[in-house]
């Protein structure tokens, strides 16, 4: 008798071995008995080798999709949900039974759900460190629950700032800050971004959305200071979740 070829699910980018979406997955198809379903990594070069993953395999029921693929996956799906066009950036995409492809954004219902398990109404305006892809999805995020927010670059493009404008007076009005960008990721886990972390209060709330190492230097000093602090696994995990839910959507 023919063995049943499993549902394959995958992350796709580039230098990914250190993926989170593997061993998440991994672990929940053990935890919950899942065992006609399998998830791995589509470490691709060049996004012009996404085609050939479907071509070359017809169990293929979904991707996640990571750095630096986001944005430019766009061109190869179908169909794309309010969210994701709204956002610019693609991170789930679903097989669909005519074997078209629809992208979703997961991360604006990661980032949402785990923000506002420590969000207070004191937060009322945010610094966002970081303008690249993963700023998008928290832009969406905070416009949506209508908290005003200021963009913070080392190269600062209009109505945005530098990390030298970031002083005492400012950080009294802004409580919400949030690192969009990969400062502080293992192995380089001594960077962060460079604020006078000595104004901050514990009325401050820092979101990372790094999550390895866990206590990333940035919130290490807003430890220091008695501030809120949330590093950006349960963003993953609720996106995943997300992804999930949404692959097995008939």
């Not at 380089?188 to 006078?196: A, C, Q, S, Y």
Request: proline share 4%; charged share 25%; hydrophobic share 35%.
């Amino acid at each position: 008798m023919r063995k049943k070829e499993k549902h394959k699910y995958g992350l796709v980018g580039k230098n990914i071995s250190y993926s989170f979406s593997r061993s998440y997955f991994k672990a929940k198809f053990e935890k919950e008995g899942i065992t006609n379903s399998e998830y791995v990594n589509f470490d691709i070069e060049i996004l012009e080798e996404f085609p050939n993953l479907l071509a070359n395999d017809g169990n293929i029921k979904g991707f996640n999709v990571t750095i630096p693929y986001k944005e430019s996956v766009r061109k190869y799906v179908d169909f794309i949900a309010k969210d994701a066009e709204a956002i610019g950036a693609i991170n789930t995409i679903k097989v669909l039974t005519n074997k078209k492809l629809k992208g979703y954004n997961t991360d604006v219902y990661g980032f949402e759900l785990a923000l506002k398990l420590k969000l207070k109404n004191t937060h009322k305006k945010a610094l966002i460190f970081g303008t690249g892809g993963a700023s998008k999805a928290v832009i969406y995020v905070l416009k949506k629950l209508k908290i005003p927010y200021l963009l913070v670059s080392r190269n600062p493009k209009e109505n945005q700032i530098h990390y030298t404008a970031i002083n005492e007076e400012l950080l009294k009005k802004y409580t919400l800050l949030i690192n969009t960008t990969p400062l502080g990721t293992y192995p380089k886990t001594n960077e962060l971004p460079k604020i006078p972390y000595k104004h901050l209060t514990p009325t401050h709330y820092l979101f990372d959305l790094v999550y390895n190492p866990p206590l990333t230097a940035f919130l290490k000093q807003g430890k220091a200071q008695g501030c809120i602090t949330q590093n950006g696994l349960k963003m993953l995990e609720y996106q995943a979740e997300k992804a999930w839910e949404i692959w097995q959507e008939k």
